[in-house]
């Protein structure tokens, strides 16, 4: 998943993970969550042939379709796409949650194992859309729980500044098995993108700090940082 998902992920994880296995993708506005999502996505469904679910909440699909064009990417035939943003205008109070869930389930029975990764862009547009209490909270925690019960590859995008915790609303940073950080660092006067990996559950892993750049394949790891 994470190496051929991401061209140079080799350079950061010892070996691959196994599904079921969620991770936090974060970062502030900007930082290439959405670009890396469809990289990593994109790349694994071409290579096993697999399906994937993408929900967009933030933006629209013609506006993914441009993210593609820009960095080269083409999405493979078997990716679904769905736009949560018609959804939002049509129905105010409808539950997101239960709506992924029940696509989710959907597309499971159509297409068995075959279905391997979700991605989920981004939690933070949910929240907004919701009503954040503690009945929220544990339905977050529930919805997480059938996440991982899918046997899925998960990313789910949360907006998060630089130095704040994995956590939004709830607990995402301790439910996850993964995060991995994407930032905007200043180096020698050029700002630099960087990726890194704080919480990769059943490997080794390297902490530091990555660049990262597009190259015609999608988002790919230049190599460490160093100060
Ligand atoms: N072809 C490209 N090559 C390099 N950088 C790009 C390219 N296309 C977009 N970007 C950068 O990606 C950023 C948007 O990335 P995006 O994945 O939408 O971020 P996020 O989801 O974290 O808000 C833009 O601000 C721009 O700097
Ligand atoms: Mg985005």
Redesign the pocket.
């Known amino acids: 998943m994470f190496i051929g998902g991401i061209a140079g992920m080799e350079r950061v994880i010892s070996h691959d993970v196994n599904p079921p296995y969620l991770s936090l993708l974060t970062?502030p506005?900007?930082?290439?969550?959405?670009?890396?999502a469809l990289s990593i996505i994109s790349n694994h469904l071409r290579r096993t042939g697999g399906f994937g679910l993408y929900c967009t909440v933030e933006e629209t699909v013609d506006s993914l379709l441009k993210?593609c064009n820009?960095?080269g990417l083409e999405l493979p035939p078997n990716l679904q796409i769905t736009d949560l943003t018609e959804l939002r205008k049509e129905n105010e109070a409808m539950d997101y949650l239960k709506f992924t869930r029940r696509m989710i389930q959907h597309f499971k029975q159509e297409r068995g194992e075959q279905f391997s990764v979700f991605i989920l862009d981004s939690l933070g547009a949910i929240y907004s859309l919701t009503k954040v209490d503690e009945e929220m909270r544990k339905k977050m925690f529930g919805f997480f729980d059938f996440l991982r019960n899918q046997g899925l590859y998960t990313f789910i995008?949360t907006e998060r500044q630089s130095g704040e915790f994995a956590e939004l609303q709830g607990n995402e940073g301790f439910i996850a098995d993964g995060i991995i950080n994407?930032g905007l660092d200043r180096r020698n006067g050029k700002i630099v993108r960087t990726m890194q990996v704080e919480k990769m559950r059943h490997i080794r892993h390297s902490m530091e700090k990555q660049a990262i750049?597009?190259s015609p394949g999608g988002v790919t790891v230049l190599g460490p940082l160093f100060d």
């Open positions: 970062g506005p900007g930082s290439m969550k959405t670009s890396f993210t820009s960095m995008i994407l750049d597009i």
